[in-house]
């Protein structure tokens, strides 16, 4: 009997199919499930390392278990010995890590290795770095759990060759060296483990470190001196390791390679401000006569060597084909049934994806099933896992310790232990934020449950990757949340299953992101004209401004940055500049973290709900000229969402179009917008328990947008009368900001919008929608580009929702300043289609 036709998989816990029947069971469970896809199982490829790759180092991965690499490992691991960037964008579990790790474990190792030792050439026997420095051994230990330096060499006088090698491998020469860079402190410990499990067999040339925020500084300095694979983040990258480059000087000589992992994550703001430090980077190896060649990682991805070529600035080759094998993937769209509350304006209001989930998980549980369900909140996992617990006492006591949370903010061994209690099967169920998203290893699951799309299609298959990681077959079920774009993909499965995931955007020549790295780039070494190139078109003409600003100071051999503080910390890579603002806890003055400036008058209102580390706090007092907000520890029955209200004033247009005798544009604009309330929801029901009014400062946003205008004659046609126009346009444009993501790589929480009847600048009814960043992200130039499918998605998502007059799952906006009045369903069915058909848009779909 094939392996597909058993009820039970081969593990003796229920197939995908039954158990995916199991949860379905029931006419009202039944209905919940809109659309199954079945993925075939897939036959995996072998191939055979290429020449370059070192024998130690194939006889390292044959120790751990693996003989030949998969096809595109060995395709990936020949362009980089070649010296050729390359990205590798397959699949979840597809083994990426090693496609990396194999030239790069062969490049660090010595040229030449004597019979008894493993070490550099020639390594005198002795202390090296700091009193007490710390090297990494066979035990995989990071700097503080291996072998210490002085220990080795007393052992080297009469003890084990063990430690003799370790001295020895502390005090030799640098040599080769690699940088590995990982959007999360996480993931780069994860990494650390692996590759020091995996090198163990090589000896101490291959000395992995992580240098982050959290390494302490007795160790730094030996990272500094010692490590020949050092893992560490953007942002330790764009603070400590390029200001100090002086210190890192022999590391950055002999730097071989810079992989990347995740590289899909640096999308938008965040991924323009990565660009920029990576072409800073170049610019120090440079230096140092160093040219690395960059080893890029990624989830299946839109056109990656485009976008990993526009990332570091360097010509990247991609290998996308997937030769791993995969078991078969049962893969479930639910939509949760309505309830009997009501919404604003009498909406019906659908049950919470969080509280599907809960109930979801702990069936699946019952089981027998190893289940992870991906949340959008740290609140959200501590309340699926809490429900579970819950409803698996009332039928077992012991089955409640089998469920936890998983998320950031635990401690490095708290979150190791989870992911050895999941291994094992001791934990059966686990509510996690994207912390488990990306890259750790949690092999062994056999069903992913997802609360919303989360955000992107690339993220989606990252998720859904994370059960059969090991060809066994697997189920995911998305759960829908009560919002447009996720009502939209369970009733249009084709968005999901038949189209290829988006392009990552993002804008590395954006003044905002560029302009504060050019004055990095010059503190670090003076800024020359034949550097200009390397920042991009924008550069040339940003330097003078920064000159007239006295920034910069030119001189003979070069611009100069002129102040005394760090240039480093004008910019926050991952925010937007600005003092951030400190959350404070009000009886004991202790400081409970930050939020960025842009988002503290949404954030940290005065009754704003603030999470911290799974406790919840009530902010009491927002002090903007102090940069203060005050908390208090609190366990509200509810959440908070801010409203605000916008004003759009256009600056430039750089290109417009007709369709017929509307018009879309693409250009610069000035937002100004204020929070002026928030509104108190119930958790699990999502019911409004309230609005309080706030009184906060107006913020204004120099930003990239687009936006379309319709005439009068064409709403006539249109039957629009001048009353419907403006819940017309209102509607439009929520349902609008709601269906982007599935256009481009943001969150609709990254965009925002305003219509307007009669709007000044274009002298007609226009609506309009921006990036949320200053100078923009990417966005906006993305829903141009894509315009007529993403306004044709938002006529679908309007008009095939099933409420009367709309609701949250086609045209209310959870943050509308307006109260989501006026809103005119029908009508805005309407001027789409009036919009629609006024001309043939000849740009490319995504």
């Keep these: 009997m094939a392996q597909d036709q058993l009820p039970q998989s081969a593990h003796g816990r229920p197939s995908p199919r039954t158990a995916l029947e199991r949860l379905s069971a029931g006419a009202d469970r039944a209905v919940r499930i809109t659309h199954t896809e079945h993925l075939p199982p897939r036959v995996g490829r072998h191939a055979s390392w290429p020449e370059g790759i070192r024998p130690e180092v194939v006889d390292a991965i044959r120790a751990a278990g693996i003989d030949r690499p998969w096809e595109h490992q060995a395709l990936a691991a020949g362009h980089a010995l070649r010296g050729e960037s390359v990205v590798v964008a397959t699949g979840t579990a597809s083994g990426k890590s090693l496609a990396y790790l194999a030239p790069v474990l062969s490049a660090l190792l010595p040229e030449q290795r004597g019979a008894d030792d493993t070490g550099a050439p020639g390594a005198p026997d002795g202390p090296a770095g700091a009193p007490g420095a710390q090297v990494p051994g066979a035990d995989g230990g990071r700097p503080g759990q291996a072998v210490r330096a002085g220990q080795a060499v007393r052992a080297g006088r009469g003890g084990t060759a063990a430690a003799r090698r370790a001295g020895a491998g502390a005090a030799g ?8 860079l990982a959007p999360t402190k996480a993931l780069a410990a994860d990494q650390r483990r692996a590759v020091s499990a995996l090198a163990a067999p090589l000896g101490t040339a291959v000395r992995p470190a992580v240098y982050d925020g959290d390494t302490p500084f007795e160790e730094r300095e030996w990272v500094r001196r010692h490590g020949t694979y050092v893992l560490t983040n953007p942002d330790m990258l764009h603070r400590g390791i390029l200001p100090g480059h002086a210190r890192w000087s022999s590391f950055l000589r002999g730097l071989r390679y810079v992989v990347i992992d995740e590289c899909h994550t640096y999308r938008g703001v965040f ?11 170049r610019r120090i190896c440079a230096r140092y006569g160093a040219e690395p060649v960059f080893l890029l990682a990624s989830a299946t991805a839109a056109d990656p060597a485009q976008a990993a070529t526009r990332l570091t600035g360097v010509p990247v080759v991609e290998v996308t084909e997937d030769t791993s094998p995969r078991g078969e993937l049962a893969f479930a769209l639910w939509e949760p049934p309505l309830t009997e509350l009501s919404g604003e304006h009498g909406a019906p209001v659908r049950r919470t994806a969080t509280a599907e989930c809960a109930e979801l998980l702990t069936d699946l549980v019952l089981q027998g099933v190893r289940t992870v369900a991906f949340v959008r909140s740290r609140r959200s996992a501590e309340l699926v896992a809490l429900i579970a617990q819950e409803r698996l006492a009332e039928i077992d006591a012991s089955l409640p310790q089998r469920v936890a949370a998983y998320r950031g903010g635990y401690l490095p061994e708290e979150r190791r232990a989870l992911e050895r209690d999941l291994h094992s099967g001791r934990l059966l169920g686990l509510a996690s934020t994207s912390a488990l998203e990306l890259g750790v290893d949690v092999s062994g699951l056999d069903a992913v449950l997802l609360a919303g799309y989360p955000g992107t299609r690339a993220s989606l298959w990252q998720q859904a990757g994370r059960a059969g990681r090991t060809a066994q077959g697997a189920l995911a079920v998305m759960v829908g949340r009560d919002d447009p774009l996720d009502t939209y993909l369970v009733h249009h499965p084709e968005a999901i299953f ?5 392009s990552t955007v993002l804008d590395p020549d954006n003044p905002y992101v560029l302009a504060p790295h050019l004055c990095a780039a010059a503190a670090e070494l003076p800024l020359t004209d034949d550097d200009l190139a390397l920042f991009g078109p924008e550069a040339a003409d940003l330097v003078p401004q920064l000159e007239k600003r006295g920034l910069l100071r030119r001189r003979a051999n070069g611009w ?3 102040r005394r503080e760090r240039a480093a910390d004008l910019t926050d890579i991952r925010g937007e500049g600005g003092a951030p603002i400190q959350v404070v806890e009000a009886g004991t003055g202790r400081l409970l973290g930050t939020v960025d400036a842009s988002s503290a008058h949404t954030t940290v209102h005065e009754g704003a709900v603030h999470l911290h580390q799974g406790r919840t706090y009530l902010v009491r007092h927002l002090d903007l000229d102090d940069s203060v907000a005050l908390v208090e520890r609190a366990d509200p029955p509810f959440s908070t969402m801010a409203r605000d209200t916008t004003d759009v004033r256009v600056l430039s247009t750089d290109v417009e179009e007709p369709w017929g005798d509307a018009r879309i544009h693409f250009g610069s604009v000035e937002v100004t917008h204020q929070v002026v309330s928030y509104l108190r929801r119930r958790l699990l029901t999502g019911e409004i328990l309230g609005e309080s009014k706030l009184d906060l400062p107006p913020r204004t946003l120099r930003t990239r947008a687009v936006w379309w205008t319709v005439t009068d004659a064409q709403l006539d ?46 002298g007609l009814p226009t609506v309009f929608v921006y990036d949320g960043h200053p100078g923009g992200a990417g966005f906006a130039e993305r829903a141009f580009r894509t315009a007529r499918g993403w306004l044709a998605a938002t006529r679908e998502a309007i008009s095939s929702c ?11 906006s959870p943050k509308c300043g307006n109260g989501n009045d006026p809103l005119d369903k029908a009508a805005a069915v309407r001027l789409l289609d009036c919009l629609l058909a006024s001309g043939q848009d000849p740009r490319p779909q995504p």
Excluded at 173 to 180: I, M, N, Q, S, V
Excluded at 271 to 281: E, P, T, Y
Excluded at 498 to 502: A, H, K, L, T
């Design 173 to 180: 020469a640098r040599g080769p060296t690699a940088l590995y």
């Design 560 to 562: 100069y940055w002129t």
């Design 498 to 502: 038949e189209r290829p995931v988006e």
């Design 271 to 281: 991924g323009s401000h990565v660009a920029q430090v990576l072409r800073r980077l």
């Design 717 to 762: 046609a249109a039957g629009i009368h001048p009353e419907e126009l403006p819940g017309a346009l209102h509607a439009a444009e929520h349902a609008s900001i709601g269906l982007l993501p599935l256009f481009a790589t943001c969150d609709r929480w990254d965009i925002g919008g305003v219509s307007i009847p009669l709007h000044a600048d274009t």
């Design 802 to 812: 099933e409420c009367d007059h709309g609701c949250p799952s086609c045209v209310q």
